[in-house]
Structure formats: structure tokens, C-alpha cells
């Protein structure tokens, strides 16, 4: 089946710093990739839709200057949480959509990579 | 305000018995409905899927029942096995929207527990 990569599955840093997150579509074109956070015990929250060669579309009350998202190719989405702190240390997880699929809802998801800002 | 709701944040059923996991929603304009299993530490897994126009889809052990008119939709697990045991959310979409985007609102999820 088709495969999301996530990269890193795991990282921590220093507050103020800067961290990137790599999402890779392996086997299929995504046009379309999303990222996600969840936090403990809640649910997945949607934070940006991300477009190949677009500007990303954020959901209300999410920062675009803190969350840069660049999709530059079909298959490579990057989440680059800027100036982390504290209360961004979250598991943040995206997900493509095969853009040659037809409409099943079907989403794949990457393994999620889990943020730990000190 | 929750749009996609899983009241039980947890469930245990013994092995071989049927897992029923709930979900209800409030947005009129979902029209699928999906169901992901969840593992600690790594991403969702799509297991079962259902349009508005179908009340019933089974692929398996799993089976998704949808009542559009209570806004309620249920998966069944049968039977049951411990390595099943996972967080199962429940997911909605309105459909397409924008240039061909796909977004799902999800559930906070349900942790089963399927005892040996």
C-alpha cells in the first residue's frame, strides 16, 4: 500500500531554536499533504493543508509564521516549527492524499514525529 | 465546539466477543465517515470507510454502521483480538473542498483493550 514517510520520528531542542519536519509520499504523487498535531488524549487537530507550489492554508488560531510549511515538490512537505518553546512540544503527524486516487477518503499517514522542547 | 465525538475514551472486551466503538456528529454537511486504528507513537492507520449514502459497509472483521438521521455511526469488531487493542478514531469529511484538498475532522479517540 502506499507509504508516508515521516523524518525525524523523534527530536529534541533547545527553546528558541528551530526544528523541521520532513513528510515524504514514497510510492504516489500527493498534491495535497496536511499536518496534523495531536496532544495527549486528544484528538488529531488539523493545522495547515499544504499545496504543491502554493502557499499552505492554515486552520483558525494557527500560527503561519510560527508553522512554515513549504510543499515544493509532489512528494516532500516540510513542517518548520520556528522559535520553539515549550508548549509546542507535541506529536505532529501529516498525511497525503494519492492525487491519481479517486474520491475513497483514504488518507495515509506518516509515522508522526514527536517534538520535545526543553 | 466538537464536531466529531467519541464518547468512550476507553473500552475493554474479551477476546473473541464484538468490540462496538461510537462515534456521533454534529456537522449536517459530513458525507464519509472513517475509521483509523492507532498505535503509540505512530501515525493512523485507515481501517474502514463509509459514504452517506450506504447505512452498512464491512470489509472483514469490521463493519461500519451509519445513521444519518441520529447523526451516529458505530464499528464493529468481530470477533475480537488482542491485537486489535489500539486507539480507533473516528473521522469526517464534508468532501472536497478547495482545488481537490481532503479534510478530516477526527474524534479524540477510543482506546480498546481486547483481554486475552
Known amino acids: 500500500g502506499a507509504v508516508v514517510s515521516q523524518h525525524p520520528s523523534w527530536v529534541i531542542c533547545k527553546s528558541g531554536t528551530s526544528v523541521k519536519i520532513e513528510c515524504r509520499s514514497l510510492?504516489?504523487?500527493?498534491?495535497?499533504m496536511f499536518w496534523y498535531r495531536q496532544f495527549p488524549k486528544q484528538s488529531l487537530m488539523l493545522m495547515a493543508t499544504?499545496?504543491?507550489?502554493?502557499?499552505?492554508?492554515?486552520e483558525q488560531g494557527v500560527e503561519k509564521d510560527k508553522f512554515l510549511i513549504n510543499h515544493a515538490s509532489l512528494t516532500l512537505s516540510t513542517l518548520t516549527v520556528t522559535s520553539a518553546h515549550p508548549e509546542d512540544s507535541s506529536f505532529y503527524i501529516c498525511?497525503?492524499?494519492?492525487?491519481?486516487?479517486?474520491?475513497?477518503?483514504?488518507?495515509?499517514f506518516g509515522e508522526g514525529s514527536r517534538l520535545t522542547v526543553l | 465546539d466538537q464536531q466529531v465525538k467519541q464518547n468512550s475514551p476507553s473500552l475493554s472486551v474479551q477476546e473473541g466477543r464484538i468490540s462496538i466503538l461510537n462515534c456521533d456528529y454534529t456537522?449536517?454537511?459530513?458525507?464519509?465517515f472513517l475509521w483509523y486504528k492507532k498505535y503509540p507513537a505512530e501515525g493512523p492507520t485507515f481501517l474502514i470507510s463509509?459514504?452517506?449514502?450506504?447505512d452498512k459497509n464491512e470489509d472483514g472483521r469490521f463493519t461500519v454502521f451509519l445513521n444519518k438521521s441520529a447523526k451516529h455511526l458505530s464499528l464493529h469488531i468481530v470477533p475480537s483480538q488482542p491485537g486489535d487493542s489500539a486507539v480507533y478514531f473516528c473521522?469526517?469529511?464534508?468532501?472536497?473542498?478547495?482545488?481537490?484538498?481532503?479534510?478530516?475532522?477526527f474524534g479524540k479517540g477510543t482506546k480498546l483493550s481486547v483481554i486475552p
Open positions: 473521522a469526517a469529511s464534508a468532501g472536497y473542498s478547495g482545488a481537490g484538498s481532503y479534510q478530516l475532522t
Open positions: 499544504s499545496n504543491e507550489g502554493s502557499k499552505a492554508t492554515y
Open positions: 463509509i459514504s452517506s449514502i450506504k
Open positions: 510510492d504516489f504523487q500527493a498534491t495535497t
Open positions: 456537522n449536517s454537511m459530513f458525507d464519509y
Open positions: 498525511s497525503a492524499r494519492d492525487s491519481l486516487a479517486t474520491h475513497t477518503g483514504e488518507l495515509f
